[in-house]
């Protein structure tokens, strides 16, 4: 530990460095977003205390103020502004110049406004950034950068509205583009965040976001309750047979054509055809096996999709058509079964 302190790099920036390291800091949205927050939460609240005294008696209006439980109460209407007086899903916004908020002084208008353009420029750049550079992240999210100019705008404007939520509250995962959705204490954060999902496009699954932890629950013993008389889900299985069958039957045909040639009369060699035709007889055998069974699985596996049919139009249970946690998992095990039957 005393070596980990002590420990000092010699090396120094070039000036041009460290006022190249120190100009991309001065318009790095931790910096400004954090000046915005600050700036238009005071707003906010100066709003919200003017209508408070405005509904309420003085003497209740001073009380109100005075009491701690404010500090709740403010963020609960920022969260409720954010959603666009919904409560539920923050508004999305793709520029900053469209929340500025209208204060009492014009200077600190004006002030917001540069502001909020200088954080559209570097979310812009990000965007641009992030094409150039071909992060993994980006990449992951929103696909290959496409070579079109118009698309490949519209790739960067969705890439900006990613970088920018990354950039301003620190998620500097390398593949991960924006991670869990914040908790309600920062309502600009989750709005932030609802913006750049939005901008990830169409996911595939079941939108959980807005349920609570009794509809997660009840969901879940839904989904036992469902798969507990579901028929078994037997797709790989029936594959393996499918396999099997068509190994055997090439099988069978070669040793059929071995023994043939072994019966030659240029080169006849009983031994050898007799061993040949045995191995075609089990070859056979074997075929005849796996098409049994996978007319058995198949037969299954056609029950099982007549219940995935009807349970899919529950939407409660849109989720079922999953192999179920109670069926067996596919394996080999079916076709070892069946090669070592035949053999013996």
Known sequence: MLAGILTRDGGQLTATDTLERELSRADHLGVLGGIWDDLTRRAQHARFEQALRD??????ARQALADQACTWLWRTLREAEAAGLDGIYPQLHDASSSRVPDTVSTELNRYLRELAAAMDDRARRLGEHAAESGAEWAVGALGPVPCDPAARADWERRGSLIAAYRERYGHDHPADPIGPAP???????????????????????????????GDLWLRRGTYERETAWAPPHVAEELRLMRVAQRDAHVAAVRADHEARAAQDENRRDENRAARHRQLAGIWQALEAKAASEAEMFAAVQGTRRGWEALTETDSSTRFLGSKSPGSSSPSTAPYAQLVGSAAL
Do not use: M, N, V
């Open 55 to 60: 509904a309420l008696p003085a003497t209740e």
């Open 183 to 213: 908790g309600k204490t920062s309502p600009e954060a989750r709005a932030a965040w609802h913006t750049a999902l939005a901008a990830l496009g169409h996911i595939d699954g079941i939108d959980l976001r807005a349920c609570t932890d």
